[in-house]
T-cell receptor, first 111, second 116 residues
C-alpha cells in the first residue's frame, strides 16, 4: 500500500518568516495530494490540495508544489502568523478515495 | 456545505462494554465514509472504508470483529467498538465523501473514547 513520509515533525519559525513542510509518497498511482491543518482536539481542515496533472498551486499565503518524478510534494506558508500554529498533515490518494496520511508536522509560529 | 457531524463527542466506558459512534453527513449524500483513529500527537490512521449498502473494507491489522462498521444510509455510518479495552482509548474521526468533487473528504469533529 501507499507509504507517506513527512518532514520535519516539528518546526518553529518567527512570525513573518516562511515555513516549508515536505512529504514523499511511494505509490506512483497516487494522483491527489491534500494538506490538512489540525488544531488541538479539532477536526482536520483542508487548506489546499493538488492533483497530479498540476505542478504548483497557490492560495494567498499557502502554496503546494508537486514533483511526480521524485514522488514528493511540499507545503509552503509565507508571511507566517501565530494563528498558523497547528499540526499539518499531508496525504496521498490513488483516486480510490482512501487517504494515507503523513505523520504530521507541528508548526509553531513565534510572535 | 459539506458538514459532517459525529456523536458522541466524548464517551467514557468500562472495559468489556461496547460503544457506538455515529457519523452523519448533514447536507450531502456520502457515498463513501472513512473511519480513522488518532493517538495523541500522532497521525490519522485509516481503519476502514465503507460504502453505503455494502460491507466495509478494513485496513490491514484492524480487527473487523472488534470494530464493527455499518453504513446503512447515504448520510449515516456507525462504528461500534466491541468489548472495549483500555488500549482502545483514542480519538476516532470519521470523514465522508460525496464522490462528486473527486477525492475530497470532509471530516467530522471526532470522538474521544476513554475505556476505564
Amino acid at each position: 500500500g501507499e507509504n507517506v513520509e513527512q518532514h520535519p515533525s516539528t518546526l518553529s519559525v518567527q512570525e513573518g518568516d516562511s515555513a516549508v513542510i515536505k512529504c514523499t509518497y511511494s505509490d506512483s498511482a497516487s494522483n491527489y495530494f491534500p494538506w490538512y491543518k489540525q488544531e488541538l482536539g479539532k477536526r482536520p481542515q483542508l487548506i489546499i490540495d493538488i492533483r497530479s496533472n498540476v505542478g504548483e498551486k497557490k492560495d494567498q499565503r499557502i502554496a503546494v508544489t508537486l514533483n511526480k518524478t521524485a514522488k514528493h510534494f511540499s507545503l509552503h506558508i509565507t508571511e507566517t502568523q501565530p494563528e498558523d500554529s497547528a499540526v499539518y498533515f499531508c496525504a496521498a490518494s490513488t483516486g480510490g478515495n482512501q487517504f494515507y496520511f503523513g505523520t504530521g508536522t507541528s508548526l509553531t509560529v513565534i510572535p | 456545505g459539506a458538514v459532517v457531524s459525529q456523536h458522541p463527542s466524548r464517551v467514557i466506558c468500562k472495559s468489556g462494554t461496547s460503544v457506538k459512534i455515529e457519523c452523519r453527513s448533514l447536507d450531502f449524500q456520502a457515498t463513501t465514509m472513512f473511519w480513522y483513529r488518532q493517538f495523541p500527537k500522532q497521525s490519522l490512521m485509516l481503519m476502514a472504508t465503507s460504502n453505503e449498502g455494502s460491507k466495509a473494507t478494513y485496513e490491514q491489522g484492524v480487527e473487523k470483529d472488534k470494530f464493527l462498521i455499518n453504513h446503512a444510509s447515504l448520510t449515516l455510518s456507525t462504528l461500534t467498538v466491541t468489548s472495549a479495552h483500555p488500549e482502545d482509548s483514542s480519538f476516532y474521526i470519521c470523514s465522508a465523501s460525496s464522490g462528486r468533487k473527486g477525492n475530497e473528504q470532509y471530516f467530522g469533529p471526532g470522538t474521544r473514547l476513554t475505556v476505564t
